[in-house]
């Protein structure tokens, strides 16, 4: 069965560190990947996605996302945290012979940028 | 903002008791998918509307059961209610699968 991990559950950095959050699948054929923030009190918003082509993809606010077929990793990252990017991260497979847009997430990682 | 709304925001039942959740869809989205997002866990795919008919179910019992009307709009039923439905339920809605777009959610407590 199709699986998404990600590796932490919760992170804590200061603003202006870099953040790194991994996420890994375990799913044979041909995914979509997608990177989704939770803000606090807000409804789930996509980051970003990546269906095929460069596999480095950027994506609002400052967030890039790096597939590694290989690895079967998705893993998101930012240079420099601000205090406004804490939140919940959550990455979500789909797999593309599942057009209709099943998404498969992981547990999701919260994150806590301290001033 | 995202343009679905869901109603009510929250929800306390108890167990055996059934409810009804509601989800108003983006202008111009007719898919709808359902969510169940537990605490301290990813959301959970329930099942997925396409012009009022289901298109895809995830690993959920038959008591959870939907609907989708002619205004691209949908229902999320649960019979029976047991203390492990307690989550938040999602709703997303997208045109013919493309990107999801969420809403706030509804939180149910079954007590």
Request: charged share 15%; glycine share 10%; with cysteine.
């Amino acid at each position: 069965a199709q699986s998404v991990s990600q590796h932490n559950h919760h992170v804590i950095l200061s603003e202006a560190a870099s953040l790194e959050l991994g996420c890994n699948y375990s799913y044979g054929g041909t995914v979509n990947l997608f990177w989704y923030v939770q803000y606090p009190g807000q409804h789930l918003q996509l980051l970003l996605k990546y269906f095929s082509g460069d596999p480095l993809v950027k994506g609002i606010k400052g967030f890039e996302a790096e597939f590694i077929k290989s690895k079967f990793s998705f893993n998101l990252r930012k240079p420099s945290v601000q205090w406004s990017d804490t939140a919940e991260y959550f990455c979500a497979v789909r797999e593309t012979t599942d057009s209709w847009g099943k998404l498969q997430f992981g547990a999701g990682t919260q994150v806590v940028v301290t001033p | 903002e995202t343009g679905v709304t869901q109603s009510p925001t929250h929800l306390i039942k108890t167990r055996g008791q059934q409810v009804t959740l509601r989800c108003s869809s983006q202008s111009g989205h007719n898919t709808v998918s359902w969510y169940q997002q537990a605490l301290g866990q990813g959301p959970q795919f329930i099942f997925q509307y396409y012009r009022e008919e289901e298109n895809g179910r995830g690993n959920f019992p038959p008591r959870f059961s939907g609907l989708q009307f002619p205004n691209y709009s949908s229902e999320l039923n649960v019979n029976a209610l047991e203390l492990d439905d307690s989550a938040l339920y999602l709703c997303a809605s997208s045109l013919s699968g493309d990107e999801q777009f969420f809403g706030p959610g509804t939180r149910l407590t079954v007590l």
